[in-house]
């Protein structure tokens, strides 16, 4: 019945549909409304270019001078106050000749963060290495050995206070999130019940009352006569919180592991911790490097609330800088946006960096 | 001779500028016949029947369904999804509606129908597919073989003139694929015009009046079941036939 | 064959059975527990006695001695300190509720707007998400707060928009009705015309379910509210006075206005929490299988019914327990108004506890509002979860 078949070569299609033009046919004039709020969308984005280009780039002043900046008030930006007052800005009130030490140890402490998501490097090696750079950090932020002066940490400031603060209070609220989690899963009704008060206890209060806790609450729950470093109070307020959201994103890996794991682990005759250490957890932990990332972003943003209780870290150091000094505080706008800016270069980097781990995560998952 | 009720006249499809996914496809489909398309994964059998009710466009040749040239005209779209009923390889249930709610959605929201009168016809089209004491159930809570049964069904209460089915059974565990394929066989024998795409061989030569090879986006070789496979005329046939009879 | 009735129970008490074991970890880890909370009580209390601080909620009845810049209640420096909380409590929800309102609707627009035919809308919505999303909420805050300083106009140069608004560095003045009996029985016509608007749609949808021809909602129902409003007011005695804001000796006197303060803890908190609602609802669109779109646009439903009948039923499963996650987040930012000054629970408790000292206790009261607040909505979500979830086997 059927017909001798001719084999029919692939021919390209007749009318294009890749390229720009095809595209932007589809995308931006598809319809009578699209077409309408192209046209307006572009016409606003030039009406108002040229204004904001002159207040960013063409009118503005570059150079740290407080005349030049005075004059061009009102049509101008004047980015000369970061100019003249970056190095507050970004160090707080460390000491000016040793800044050096608080930028050493802040780059040390962020490559070591990024070498810390890839999969490589996740071998017995690493904790030490964590263990030797921390001490690191601290030895060139706190000085007192090999000749460095001693800075007190009061007068650590800026961008280094935010990253140590974020990555300590991560790395020391990780293994009590563990160890929250597994708490929460347990069959012993006791110990889920105090691990599930703390989680939602910490959950449902705001941060400022955590840190207002340890900031007010933490030298009355030690013996009388003790002092506590401001910094220690805030980082164990922002350790404990943190904890309780991590111990919800590990319990959600736990949750995800097949509970033929734990079977297997079990007619193996692996006692329970050995079975958490070897099998369940390494598995557990490696879902959710994504969400553990996530809430590093979280808690990087977060440091900015510990200005409130006198740390001064970038926000604050920002506002310490600029109210301080009567000439250049008119102009505290620009440092708005220049610490806007270093907030958002660090933190989009950061949620690029998660989705790219991620989908290399489970691309080793796919064969 | 009557007016086919599907005619493809030298119907193209592009992916992109360069997947000439269907090529020069010229096809018949009378009232009442039912068709058996196969082939290898890849060659267009999917895309071919998704152009009949719009779910892909085709950008070159005429495409008529039930006397209507299909287009970008929303009107004909509307009028031949009234008339084509089709069921996937996923079922594609809507899991929030009950079994019953799912087959009453589209009598009253597109043919306007009344409440009652839906919910009358839905019973006896899941009488139908024996699957009438599950109309209370939700979707997720059937087996695969008992939602697809439901799929069809749902289908079947437009009253449709074309059936189209996408590898109705591929999604199937082997011991439900023989519910499903019943229920198919029984639909044949009422008059209602049916394409379906499968792997199904034993199912088309119980049923089809023509199979259809595809291959690489063109038609290869059509032929009554008996003559397909026993005779196959191209290499390309041959080489298919010899794959999936192989065991 | 005899039957045994029960199983012989096994009294095994050797350290060896895991029930055993069980109980004692739970024993130790208890111990371990009150042991820490005893030392930490222990502590507390002799430093409160070395600093003389006093304890207990006695002081909630002293009178605050402070004034507070904004309220929605009659106070001032003479009322007791409870008074002061309810105050702030009060602000707290004024900005949470304005606030959590408007986020939803912008949040909803865009995360919609991220499944536009149109490029350029598309790409602004993502372009939102990420620039907002990336800044800390604190910094949203500040700058608003130093932006709003700057371009209101100082004392001497108010200005006024339409003879109506005044614009003044005391805030944004607008016009509001005198309250009376024609806009108390206005309110009880437009809660009057709400019930009868759902009536109507009760009716309106078995009607189509008995003939198959779908019935006018939304302009009914909105002729009921409005009906019902008129009907009110007309029977109050349709009363006009209004309180328009004019410029007085030192400020603005008549009308109502919103703080500089508010203004900039409300955009704050609306831009920051927007750019995480539109992701949930983009997410929880993401979510439905296109397969739900092809079945029912095979079985012949318009674009605008795939949406409301298929798509949109199960993406508002996916989307709402996330987005009260983010309620209660904006609600739990908005503590962060101790930074600009607007007299929120926790900066008024900050002002108590510097006052009083009574540190404890005044923590403890921010902690228990919020907490009640957390725990109450994750019930209601709990409860909807149950209830909304799509039935499996």
Redesign the interface.
């Known amino acids: 019945?059927?017909a001798t078949?001719r084999?029919?070569a692939?021919?390209?299609?007749?009318?294009?549909?890749?390229g720009f033009v095809p595209?932007a046919r589809a995308?931006?004039f598809?319809?009578w409304?699209?077409a309408v709020?192209?046209l307006l969308?572009?016409g606003m984005f030039f009406w108002y270019l040229p204004g904001m280009l002159n207040w960013m780039v063409l009118k503005a002043v570059f150079v740290p001078n407080i005349q030049q900046c005075q004059a061009a008030r009102d049509t101008g930006a004047c980015w000369g106050v970061i100019a003249e007052k970056y190095r507050l800005i970004i160090f707080g009130r460390y000491p000016f000749d040793e800044q050096w030490r608080p930028e050493v140890a802040t780059i040390a402490l962020v490559a070591l963060l990024m070498a810390s998501c890839v999969r490589m490097f996740w071998r017995p090696w690493l904790a030490l290495l964590w263990l030797l750079v921390m001490a690191f950090v601290f030895i060139m932020m706190h000085g007192g050995v090999a000749g460095l002066s001693v800075v007190e940490t009061d007068r650590w400031g800026g961008l280094p206070l935010t990253v140590l603060v974020a990555t300590l209070s991560i790395v020391l609220a990780f293994p009590l999130s563990v160890l929250v989690a597994l708490g929460r899963r347990s069959?012993?009704?006791?110990?889920k019940t105090?691990c599930t008060i703390y989680v939602?206890?910490i959950?449902?209060?705001?941060?400022?009352?955590v840190l207002?806790?340890a900031s007010?609450?933490f030298?009355?729950?030690?013996?009388?006569g003790t002092s506590i470093d401001v910094l220690l109070r805030v980082l164990v307020g922002i350790t404990l919180f943190s904890a309780a959201y991590l111990a919800e994103i590990v319990r959600g890996g736990l949750q995800a592991i097949p509970k033929g794991q734990q079977e297997a682990a079990d007619t193996l005759g692996l006692s329970y911790w050995q079975a958490q250490r070897k099998i369940i957890l390494p598995q557990a932990l490696a879902i959710v490097v994504p969400g553990v990332m996530n809430s590093f972003?979280a808690i990087f943003?977060?440091t900015?609330?510990i200005?409130?209780v006198s740390l001064y870290e970038l926000?604050g150091s920002m506002?310490l800088a600029l109210d301080s000094d009567s000439d250049w505080r008119p102009f505290?706008?620009e440092g708005?946006i220049f610490?806007?800016a270093i907030?958002?270069v660090f933190?989009?980097s950061m949620?690029r960096y998660s989705l790219w781990i991620e989908k290399q995560l489970s691309t080793s998952k796919n064969r | 001779m009557t007016e086919p009720i599907i005619t493809f006249d030298k119907v193209n499809k592009w992916y992109g500028n360069n997947f000439h996914v269907l090529r020069d496809i010229d096809l018949s489909v009378a009232a009442g016949e039912r068709i058996v398309v196969c082939g290898p994964s890849g060659s267009g059998k999917s895309t071919l029947i998704r152009c009949i009710n719009r779910l892909e466009e085709h950008q070159q040749g005429t495409l008529r369904v039930d006397g209507t040239e299909l287009s970008d005209d929303v009107k004909a779209i509307e009028a031949v999804r009234k008339n084509v009923g089709m069921v996937f390889q996923q079922f594609n249930l809507f899991p929030h509606l009950t079994v019953l709610e799912n087959l009453t959605l589209a009598p009253m929201w597109v043919t306007k129908m009344p409440k009652k009168d839906a919910e009358e016809r839905a019973m006896q089209q899941l009488k139908r597919v024996r699957i009438d004491e599950q109309a209370a159930k939700y979707p997720l809570q059937l087996s695969g073989g008992q939602q697809q049964r439901v799929a069809i069904a749902r289908a079947l209460c437009l009253t449709p003139k074309i059936m189209l089915f996408d590898e109705p059974t591929s999604a199937l565990d082997p011991e439900m694929i023989k519910e499903v394929l019943d229920v198919i066989i029984e639909l044949a024998d009422h008059g209602i015009t049916m394409i379906c795409v499968t792997h199904e061989m034993g199912f088309a030569k119980a049923v089809a009046d023509r199979v259809i090879f595809m291959d690489e986006g063109q038609i290869v070789e059509q032929n009554t079941p008996d003559e397909f496979f026993n005779n196959p005329r191209n290499e390309r046939s041959k080489d298919f036939l010899s794959k999936i009879l192989g065991h | 064959m005899t039957a045994t009735a029960v199983p012989p129970k096994k009294r095994n008490w050797s350290l060896r059975s895991r029930a055993v074991r069980g109980v004692l970890y739970q024993i130790i880890a208890l111990g371990l527990i009150a042991l820490a909370v005893w030392f930490l009580a222990h502590n507390t209390l002799q430093n409160m006695r070395v600093r003389g601080i006093q304890s207990g909620f006695d002081f909630l009845d002293q009178p605050a001695g402070f004034d507070i810049g904004e309220s929605l209640i009659p106070y001032d420096s003479m009322n007791p300190y409870w008074k002061a909380f309810l105050v702030g409590v009060l602000n707290t929800l004024r900005v949470s509720v304005i606030g959590i309102v408007l986020a939803t609707v912008l949040g909803t627009l865009l995360g919609i707007g991220r499944f536009s035919h149109n490029a350029l809308v598309r790409g602004l919505c993502y372009a939102y998400v990420e620039v907002f999303r990336n800044v800390p909420v604190l910094l949203h805050l500040l700058m608003w707060y130093l932006v709003l300083v700057s371009a209101l106009p100082g004392p001497g140069e108010e200005r006024s928009v339409f003879g109506l608004f005044f614009l003044s560095n005391g805030g944004v003045s607008y016009p509001v009705p005198v309250w009376g009996l024609g806009q108390a029985l206005a309110l009880a016509g437009l809660l009057v015309g709400v019930v009868l608007s759902w009536l109507w749609a009760k009716r309106a949808r078995r009607l189509f379910e008995l003939t198959g021809k779908p019935r006018l909602v939304l302009w009914p129902s909105l002729a009921l509210l409005l009906a019902g409003a008129l009907a009110g007011w007309l029977l109050g005695g349709a009363p006009t006075a209004w309180s328009i804001p004019k410029v007085g000796e030192f400020s603005v006197n008549g009308g109502s206005s919103l703080t500089p303060e508010f203004i900039a803890v409300l955009l704050g908190l609306v831009f920051y929490t927007t750019s995480y609602i539109a992701e949930v609802v983009r997410a929880g669109i993401a979510s439905v299988a296109r397969g739900q779109s092809e079945a029912s646009a095979a079985l012949g439903l318009s674009k605008g019914q795939q949406m409301r009948l298929v798509v949109l039923p199960q993406a508002l499963r996916v989307i709402i327990p996330p987005m009260t996650n983010q309620f209660l987040n904006l609600t739990k930012n908005s503590s962060l108004a101790v930074a600009i000054g607007y007299p929120d629970l926790v900066s008024i408790s900050n002002t108590a506890l510097n006052q009083t000292g009574r540190a404890i206790e005044c923590i403890s009261i921010i902690m228990a509002v919020y907490l009640t607040t957390s725990l109450g909505t994750s019930l209601l979500m709990n409860l909807y979860n149950k209830h909304a979830a799509i039935k499996e086997r």
Not at chain 1, 10 to 17: D, F, K, Q
Not at chain 1, 203 to 209: D, E, H, M, N
């Open positions: 019945m059927s078949f084999s029919i692939p021919r390209p299609a007749p009318v294009s549909t890749e595209w995308n931006l598809g319809n409304p699209s709020t192209t969308l572009l069959k012993m009704p006791a110990i105090i939602e206890l959950r449902g209060v705001p941060l400022i009352s207002f806790m007010f609450m030298p009355l729950f030690m013996p009388p972003i943003k977060d900015s609330l200005t409130i926000t506002g505290k706008i708005y610490i806007t907030y958002f933190c989009f949620s």
